[in-house]
């Protein structure tokens, strides 16, 4: 029977325009209708009606299991409702309708959320997936407009099993309603999985976006620590190799108030799985105004200092935070801090950070909804920044 297998869920949020996608259990057709969230103003209630007012559809008789289809003519910063509507001659299936908001404009508040290691961590999470359902449900609790995955979001991504186990079906409710960005992991295994589930700019392992005054940069670390793609044989990151071109060539073009990039293995954290060869990246970093670096791999939440030069400077460096997200694992922390290190907690959690023109706020809250560490940005107008 025709059902719908993963999903819907939601990729490429923008200003005017939206990525729908879904897997269906065999080929069928795909449409995707887009309804006005219009308010019930009755006493002090002001809640959403049943969608019924339709301002947009899009579809594609084609028949395919993976379906995406990309909406545009949208308002910004609006919610609305969809229904995503799948049919073949044996049948036909629907899901929603679900809410939705478009990207904010340029200098407008927006909030995002950050996880990793969803993939059970290979085989320590003994919960049998109740952690990832847990953390994904706080998440949906704070309502971001926008979440970002920092990798091993599986155990094995070549297992087509796994992207629902680990993924699809613990974030259902999250993934309905929160467009999406993740990036390769080494259990992803740079697995085709990853390139057909998700819609992002080619070549997908790496991309940019912006959203509100933030720009976004995607990274594969997994990429840059294969010895075979160092175009030097000093086993340096550095010119000539095509994502380290990229990543200079973007963050040069980079106009938003904010930058913020994100890759799977840490250049700092107190713990195993530091991955140091990646600090070569840090000088690119630093010349290109990058703010904040999301990392994982080390199954922990970790926040530097903010650090420039290979030392902590607290007038203009970069912080760079381990959100290890669904993983805890205590052992896998130093028995002391390294000096890099200003806070560390082994506790399943995911990352909030609310954007508001020239201050950026990070909360990390574990997996129960506790507020364990927060740091407030702020950028002046020439750039100099204040952490708190
Ligand atoms: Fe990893």
Same mark, same amino acid.
């Given at each position: 029977?025709?059902?719908?297998?993963?999903?819907?869920?939601?990729?490429?949020?923008?200003?005017?325009?939206?990525?729908?996608?879904?897997?269906?259990?065999?080929?069928?057709?795909?449409?995707?209708?887009?309804?006005?969230?219009?308010?019930?103003?009755?006493?002090?209630?002001?809640?959403?009606?049943?969608?019924?007012?339709?301002?947009?559809?899009?579809?594609?008789?084609?028949?395919?299991?993976?379906?995406?289809?990309?909406?545009? +003519?949208?308002?910004?910063?609006? $919610? @609305?409702?969809?229904?995503?509507?799948?049919?073949?001659?044996?049948?036909?299936?629907?899901?929603?309708?679900?809410?939705?908001?478009?990207?904010?404009?340029?200098?407008?508040?927006?909030?995002?959320?950050?996880?990793?290691?969803?993939?059970?961590?290979?085989?320590?999470?003994?919960?049998?997936?109740?952690?990832?359902?847990?953390?994904?449900?706080?998440?949906?609790?704070?309502?971001?407009?926008?979440?970002?995955?920092?990798?091993?979001?599986?155990?094995?991504?070549?297992?087509?099993?796994?992207?629902?186990?680990?993924?699809?079906?613990?974030?259902?409710?999250?993934?309905?309603?929160?467009?999406? @960005?993740?990036?390769?992991?080494?259990?992803?295994?740079?697995?085709?999985?990853? @390139?057909?589930?998700?819609?992002?700019?080619?070549?997908?392992?790496?991309?940019?976006?912006?959203?509100?005054?933030?720009?976004?940069v995607?990274l594969?670390s997994?990429?840059f620590v294969?010895?075979?793609?160092?175009?030097?044989?000093?086993g340096t990151i550095c010119e000539?190799n095509?994502q380290y071109?990229?990543l200079v060539?973007d963050l040069q073009?980079?106009?938003?108030?904010?930058n913020i990039v994100y890759f799977h293995y840490p250049p700092y954290v107190s713990?195993?799985?530091q991955v140091e060869d990646l600090r070569q990246l840090c000088p690119v970093l630093e010349r290109h105004g990058v703010d904040l670096v999301f990392n994982?791999h080390?199954?922990?939440?970790e926040r530097s200092h903010p650090l420039r030069d290979g030392r902590v400077d607290?007038e203009n460096g970069i912080v760079y935070v381990v959100?290890? +997200?669904?993983?805890?694992?205590?052992?896998?922390?130093?028995?002391?801090?390294e000096w890099h290190t200003s806070?560390?907690?082994?506790?399943?959690?995911?990352?909030?950070?609310?954007?508001?023109?020239?201050?950026?706020?990070?909360?990390?809250?574990?997996?129960?909804?506790?507020?364990?560490?927060?740091?407030?940005?702020?950028? $002046?107008?020439?750039?100099?920044k204040?952490?708190?």
């Amino acid at each position: 029977m025709l059902s719908i297998v993963k999903g819907p869920y939601l990729q490429r949020p923008a200003e005017t325009g939206m990525t729908f996608m879904w897997e269906t259990s065999e080929p069928a057709s795909s449409r995707v209708n887009v309804f006005a969230a219009e308010r019930i103003h009755s006493g002090h209630q002001g809640n959403y009606k049943t969608p019924e007012r339709l301002v947009r559809t899009a579809g594609s008789d084609d028949d395919r299991t993976i379906h995406r289809i990309d909406m545009d +003519g949208l308002e910004p910063a609006t $919610a @609305y409702f969809y229904t995503v509507i799948s049919e073949n001659a044996r049948g036909k299936t629907e899901s929603g309708p679900h809410p939705f908001k478009t990207a904010v404009r340029k200098g407008e508040p927006f909030c995002f959320a950050v996880t990793s290691e969803t993939g059970g961590y290979s085989g320590f999470d003994q919960t049998n997936g109740i952690i990832n359902r847990n953390l994904f449900g706080q998440m949906q609790n704070y309502r971001p407009d926008l979440a970002l995955f920092i990798g091993d979001m599986v155990n094995d991504g070549r297992q087509y099993d796994d992207w629902s186990a680990y993924l699809f079906n613990p974030g259902r409710g999250l993934l309905w309603n929160t467009p999406f @960005y993740s990036c390769l992991g080494n259990h992803e295994c740079n697995a085709s999985w990853y @390139y057909d589930f998700f819609a992002y700019d080619p070549p997908k392992n790496y991309y940019s976006f912006d959203y509100g005054d933030v720009h976004f940069v995607c990274l594969d670390s997994t990429d840059f620590v294969k010895r075979e793609h160092y175009p030097n044989a000093a086993g340096t990151i550095c010119e000539g190799n095509p994502q380290y071109d990229f990543l200079v060539r973007d963050l040069q073009a980079a106009s938003a108030k904010w930058n913020i990039v994100y890759f799977h293995y840490p250049p700092y954290v107190s713990g195993g799985y530091q991955v140091e060869d990646l600090r070569q990246l840090c000088p690119v970093l630093e010349r290109h105004g990058v703010d904040l670096v999301f990392n994982s791999h080390t199954i922990v939440y970790e926040r530097s200092h903010p650090l420039r030069d290979g030392r902590v400077d607290m007038e203009n460096g970069i912080v760079y935070v381990v959100a290890g +997200g669904a993983g805890a694992m205590p052992d896998w922390l130093l028995p002391k801090r390294e000096w890099h290190t200003s806070q560390s907690l082994a506790v399943p959690h995911f990352v909030q950070v609310s954007v508001v023109s020239d201050r950026l706020e990070l909360r990390a809250i574990d997996v129960e909804g506790r507020l364990f560490d927060t740091l407030q940005i702020r950028k $002046a107008a020439d750039g100099g920044k204040t952490f708190r």
